[in-house]
């Protein structure tokens, strides 16, 4: 089992940056995958990007990729998001989430995910 607790998230003007957080309970933090998403008011969750469980791969949205850029401390069990350049569209509810099976190095489903974090709102003001 494996708990997840979000941090870093709030107002940030266009063409700012934030890094968000995400602390894993328990032992095996190293051997998940992790990956952020998003959900905007009224939109279906998307995928944002994702980390091996070593962190040697990653993989992006095309919305994001150039801008955002995940990264994992595995002593620290805990993984970021660094946002920068943000637009207006990038306001959402962001979660973290844990895959046993997934590898970090393709586009994802949310099925490929046990464990979800509670989500956290991030606005981007013009």
């Known amino acids: 089992q494996v708990q997840l607790v979000e941090s870093g998230g709030g107002l940030v003007q266009a063409g700012g940056s934030l890094r968000r957080s995400c602390a894993a309970s328990?032992?095996?933090?190293?051997?998940?995958?992790m990956a952020w998403f998003r959900q905007a008011p009224g939109k279906e969750r998307e995928f944002v990007a994702a980390?091996?469980?070593?962190?040697?791969?990653?993989y992006y949205a095309d919305s994001v990729k150039g801008r955002f850029t995940i990264s994992r401390d595995n002593a620290k069990n805990t993984v970021y998001l660094q946002m920068s350049s943000l637009k207006q569209e990038d306001t959402a509810v962001y979660y973290c989430?844990?895959?046993?099976?997934?590898?970090?190095?393709?586009?994802?489903?949310?099925?490929?995910?046990?464990?979800w974090g509670q989500g956290t709102q991030v606005t981007v003001s013009s």
């Open positions: 328990g032992r095996t933090f190293n051997s998940y995958a």
């Open positions: 980390i091996s469980w070593s962190g040697g791969s990653t």
């Open positions: 989430a844990a895959g046993t099976y997934y590898s970090g190095t393709y586009y994802p489903s949310l099925a490929n995910f046990d464990y």
